[in-house]
């Protein structure tokens, strides 16, 4: 963003402000929603800023308890293990009025199951849903899934009629460019309605005066206004000056000033995610590299000596400014599987790199394109420059694109990236989650986030078994089976573990979510 684009974001949000109350919640993040498409992008900011107009069935809060939203309860058939069944909540209503049932379920299931989209790892398991009465509705998993209702929490459900009447059926087909009705309207349950929504400028919503928990939920905050400023100084400035009280995204070089502001406060807790780089390791030849006929990132060796040149400690205190953990692993410490013996596993050794690298034939080196965002992750860009000097150590001369996440995200699923940075939330908070998306093979319903190529059919039938592995121990070895694969393998090279800090007016009452999803409807403005 340049200094005029940060002025004009600054000055439009000046103007939404003007006659705004106390009430208002101000917000501003680096990014915007990629799509309003409740089953288009599995994508954090996507999924924060649609839960407040939309639903699912259970959301997680900020201790990772489930809470019943759109179900009121829920367990396994006593007459089927390969059943679940869901009692859905009476007498909802949609934003326009209609009636929330057991029909708007199964159709958002099934539209979430649809090849374009980005959530239908979560579903694999499921081979039938159905309405066993208007508030009633049965999920028929291919074995019996003891986590089923965790994949559940960002799913979110669509009246039926709505989408059938505006042509949006089918889900946005996002990498191709695709705009659809749902891209963006909403008609949902959630706690908020849509006003306008400017992509990339400004989204208003207002109070939903007759939501289903207007009664359960503090909803002080009668208006957001949300404007997306990718400018790091920008951002700041516009909590400083107080045209905005609640700021995700803190620089972490701006932490200090703004907790010693005047009326400010800063929250910070760790982040369920992690950070790392994927490398095409799958390709028999890049495209991005000066190696002609061959693919250095399909030699073990090249892989762990370009993870060992990272000195993920310096990333940690001159980058970061302390604000991350180093990771060993793809797994936050939240996730079944993680272990500390794992995430202990990266280390710098410089000259062992080196060694590794004349050993694979690389020994002057070779240049390759590393592909970053720079609006989505905390010091995204200033992460892949930092590990572009570090890379050069073992003579890989790496060439830097930093560009937004709208752009980056596609070139990982549409495999035209060899060598990229990615981070990787785990909100079911189980490693089968990151198998399914990430280290699985990529197929059409499994593996979409996969940009390494790797494919390993025995690794892929345990993940594949994990879904309806009812023996806790034996699945929570087959879990360990796969990271070791993971880790030997060198699929990825971990970076660190974000921290999460949050700005805000000290009027403003939110606890940090490890998610990094705040939902407005439990916010106090006191």
Same mark, same amino acid.
């Given at each position: 963003?340049?200094?005029?684009?940060?002025?004009?974001?600054?000055?439009?949000?000046?103007?939404?402000?003007?006659?705004?109350?106390?009430?208002?919640?101000?917000?501003?993040?680096?990014?915007?929603?990629?799509?309003?498409?409740?089953?288009?992008?599995?994508?954090?900011?996507?999924?924060?800023?649609?839960?407040?107009?939309?639903?699912?069935?259970?959301?997680?809060?900020?201790?990772?308890?489930?809470?019943?939203?759109?179900?009121?309860?829920?367990?396994?058939?006593?007459?089927?293990?390969?059943?679940?069944?869901?009692?859905?909540?009476?007498?909802?209503?949609?934003?326009?009025?209609?009636?929330?049932?057991?029909?708007?379920?199964?159709?958002?299931?099934?539209?979430?199951?649809?090849?374009?989209?980005?959530?239908?790892?979560?579903?694999?398991?499921?081979?039938?849903?159905?309405?066993?009465?208007?508030?009633?509705?049965?999920?028929?998993?291919?074995?019996?899934?003891?986590?089923?209702?965790?994949?559940?929490?960002?799913?979110?459900?669509?009246?039926?009629?709505?989408?059938?009447?505006?042509?949006?059926?089918?889900?946005?087909?996002? $990498?191709?460019? =695709? &705009?659809? *009705?749902?891209?963006?309207?909403?008609?949902? +349950?959630?706690?908020?309605? %849509?006003? @306008?929504? !400017?992509?990339?400028?400004?989204?208003?919503?207002?109070?939903?005066?007759?939501?289903?928990?207007?009664?359960?939920?503090?909803? $002080?905050?009668? =208006? &957001?206004? *949300?404007?997306?400023?990718?400018?790091?100084? +920008?951002?700041?400035?516009? %909590?400083? @000056?107080? !045209?905005?009280?609640?700021?995700?995204?803190?620089?972490?070089?701006?932490?200090?000033?703004?907790?010693?502001?005047?009326?400010?406060?800063?929250?910070?807790?760790?982040?369920?995610?992690?950070?790392?780089?994927?490398?095409?390791?799958?390709?028999?030849?890049?495209?991005?590299?000066?190696?002609?006929?061959?693919?250095?990132?399909?030699?073990?060796?090249?892989?762990?000596?370009?993870?060992?040149?990272?000195?993920?400690?310096?990333?940690?205190?001159?980058?970061?400014?302390?604000?991350?953990?180093?990771?060993?692993?793809?797994?936050?410490?939240?996730?079944?599987?993680?272990?500390?013996?794992?995430?202990?596993?990266?280390?710098?050794?410089?000259?062992?790199?080196?060694?590794?690298?004349?050993?694979?034939?690389?020994?002057?080196?070779?240049?390759?394109?590393?592909?970053?965002?720079?609006?989505?992750?905390?010091?995204?860009?200033?992460?892949?420059?930092?590990?572009?000097?570090?890379?050069?150590?073992?003579?890989?001369?790496?060439?830097?694109?930093?560009?937004?996440?709208?752009?980056?995200?596609?070139?990982?699923?549409?495999?035209?990236?060899?060598?990229?940075?990615?981070?990787?939330?785990?909100?079911?908070?189980?490693?089968?989650?990151?198998?399914?998306?990430?280290?699985?093979?990529?197929?059409?319903?499994?593996?979409?986030?996969?940009?390494?190529?790797?494919?390993?059919?025995?690794?892929?039938?345990?993940?594949?078994?994990?879904?309806?592995?009812?023996?806790?121990?034996?699945?929570?070895?087959?879990?360990?089976?796969?990271?070791?694969?993971?880790?030997?393998?060198?699929?990825?090279?971990?970076?660190?573990?974000?921290?999460?800090?949050?700005?805000?007016?000290?009027?403003?009452?939110?606890?940090?979510?490890?998610?990094?999803?705040?939902?407005?409807?439990?916010?106090?403005?006191?």
């Amino acid at each position: 963003m340049t200094k005029l684009t940060g002025i004009l974001a600054v000055a439009a949000l000046m103007s939404s402000t003007a006659i705004v109350n106390a009430e208002t919640l101000r917000w501003a993040r680096a990014g915007d929603a990629l799509t309003l498409d409740p089953h288009s992008q599995n994508e954090g900011p996507s999924h924060t800023m649609r839960h407040q107009m939309y639903e699912p069935l259970i959301i997680r809060d900020t201790a990772g308890n489930f809470v019943p939203t759109l179900a009121t309860d829920w367990a396994p058939s006593p007459d089927d293990p390969n059943v679940w069944v869901f009692n859905l909540r009476q007498g909802v209503k949609f934003h326009d009025g209609a009636d929330f049932n057991s029909e708007d379920v199964v159709f958002s299931i099934n539209r979430a199951k649809q090849p374009n989209s980005d959530m239908k790892e979560l579903l694999n398991s499921i081979v039938e849903v159905r309405a066993t009465g208007d508030y009633q509705v049965e999920f028929v998993t291919d074995g019996p899934n003891p986590i089923l209702p965790s994949n559940l929490t960002n799913l979110f459900m669509m009246d039926k009629g709505w989408t059938e009447a505006n042509n949006t059926v089918n889900v946005q087909d996002f $990498e191709g460019g =695709e &705009i659809t *009705y749902a891209t963006t309207n909403v008609n949902g +349950t959630g706690a908020y309605t %849509l006003v @306008s929504r !400017e992509p990339d400028v400004k989204t208003v919503m207002a109070r939903n005066e007759n939501y289903w928990g207007i009664d359960e939920y503090p909803m $002080e905050v009668s =208006e &957001i206004v *949300y404007t997306p400023i990718q400018n790091a100084a +920008t951002r700041v400035a516009a %909590l400083l @000056s107080g !045209e905005v009280n609640f700021l995700q995204d803190m620089p972490v070089q701006d932490l200090a000033r703004v907790d010693e502001a005047d009326g400010l406060v800063v929250k910070k807790a760790p982040q369920n995610r992690v950070i790392f780089f994927g490398m095409n390791q799958g390709a028999a030849d890049l495209e991005a590299d000066d190696v002609e006929g061959a693919n250095p990132l399909a030699d073990l060796r090249v892989r762990k000596a370009m993870s060992m040149a990272i000195n993920r400690d310096a990333i940690q205190q001159v980058v970061m400014r302390g604000q991350s953990e180093p990771a060993g692993m793809i797994a936050p410490p939240f996730v079944n599987g993680w272990t500390a013996e794992m995430d202990g596993e990266s280390s710098t050794d410089v000259e062992g790199a080196k060694a590794l690298m004349a050993e694979a034939g690389y020994g002057d080196g070779f240049s390759i394109r590393l592909d970053c965002p720079n609006d989505r992750y905390i010091n995204d860009e200033a992460i892949c420059q930092a590990a572009v000097g570090m890379l050069g150590q073992i003579g890989i001369t790496v060439n830097l694109e930093a560009i937004p996440k709208a752009q980056h995200f596609p070139k990982i699923t549409d495999s035209k990236t060899d060598f990229y940075m990615l981070g990787w939330g785990v909100p079911t908070y189980d490693s089968e989650y990151i198998f399914n998306f990430l280290v699985h093979g990529r197929e059409e319903s499994i593996g979409s986030w996969n940009g390494t190529g790797y494919d390993n059919d025995e690794i892929d039938v345990l993940i594949e078994s994990l879904a309806s592995n009812t023996d806790l121990d034996q699945r929570n070895a087959d879990i360990a089976t796969i990271w070791r694969a993971v880790q030997d393998d060198q699929l990825y090279i971990p970076i660190h573990h974000q921290v999460l800090n949050w700005g805000m007016a000290e009027n403003v009452g939110v606890e940090v979510d490890a998610e990094d999803q705040p939902r407005v409807k439990f916010f106090t403005m006191n």
